[in-house]
T-cell receptor, first 113, second 114 residues
Framework: AQSVSQHNHHVILSEAASLELGCNYSYGGTVNLFWYVQYPGQHLQLLLK??????LVKGIKGFEAEFIKSKFSFNLRKPSVQWSDTAEYFC???????????FGAGTTVTVRA | DAGVTQSPTHLIKTRGQQVTLRCSPK?????VSWYQQALGQGPQFIFQYYEEEERQRGNFPDRFSGHQFPNYSSELNVNALLLGDSALYLCASSSRSKGFQPQHFGDGTRLSIL
């Protein structure tokens, strides 16, 4: 069965620390990959997406993600986090040109000032 | 430019009742998807509507049904509510006519079943 796994349930960091959130998927074929973020009290927002091309994708707010096809992974990174990055982060996958998104369980990131 | 709007924000129902949730897509979008997000979990795909027809469906029973109107807005109906239907229901919209695009999400409707 198709699935999306996020390795960390809750990550606690200090400001200026680096962040890496893992995401692995089990899908055959061409996929579209997404990271969404949900700030406290807000709706899900798109951080970045990968459809094709350069496997290193840059998103908003200094986030980037790397698609490693051989590892079925799409890990999210940020070199230096801020308190305002406190949020829940969701990895999502769809088959190529398919609107049905499959989400991971999410990772709660808490950044301490 | 209005984003995805959902109503109501919160809803409390009892087991066995029926509920209707509403969604207006982002301006310019023609495709609406519904997701269920249980506490502590990621959103789960329920179904998607385009051109007033259900195009895809996730692993949800027939108690979950929907509709899309000519103005692209959509309703999610759930019959014979169960305690396990308590969740945040999210609506997402996109535009098929502009090619494959990421979906935009609304704030959701929090449904509580007593």
């Amino acid at each position: 069965a198709q699935s999306v796994s996020q390795h960390n349930h809750h990550v606690i960091l200090s400001e200026a620390a680096s962040l890496e959130l893992g995401c692995n998927y089990s899908y055959g074929g061409t996929v579209n990959l997404f990271w969404y973020v949900q700030y406290p009290g807000q709706h899900l927002q798109l951080l970045l997406k990968y459809f094709s091309g350069d496997p290193l994708v840059k998103g908003i707010k200094g986030f980037e993600a790397e698609f490693i096809k051989s590892k079925f992974s799409f890990n999210l990174r940020k070199p230096s986090v801020q308190w305002s990055d406190t949020a829940e982060y969701f990895c999502a996958v769809s088959l190529h040109n398919d609107y049905k998104l499959s989400f991971g369980a999410g990772t709660t990131v808490t950044v301490r000032a | 430019d209005a984003g995805v709007t959902q109503s109501p924000t919160h809803l409390i129902k009892t087991r066995g009742q029926q509920v209707t949730l509403r969604c207006s897509p982002k301006s310019g979008h023609d495709t609406v998807s519904w997701y269920q997000q249980a506490l502590g979990q990621g959103p789960q795909f329920i179904f998607q509507y385009y051109e007033e027809e259900e195009r895809q469906r996730g692993n949800f029973p027939d108690r979950f049904s929907g509709h899309q109107f000519p103005n692209y807005s959509s309703e999610l109906n759930v019959n014979a509510l169960l305690l396990g239907d308590s969740a945040l229901y999210l609506c997402a919209s996109s535009s098929r006519s502009k090619g494959f695009q990421p979906q935009h999400f609304g704030d959701g409707t929090r449904l509580s079943i007593l």
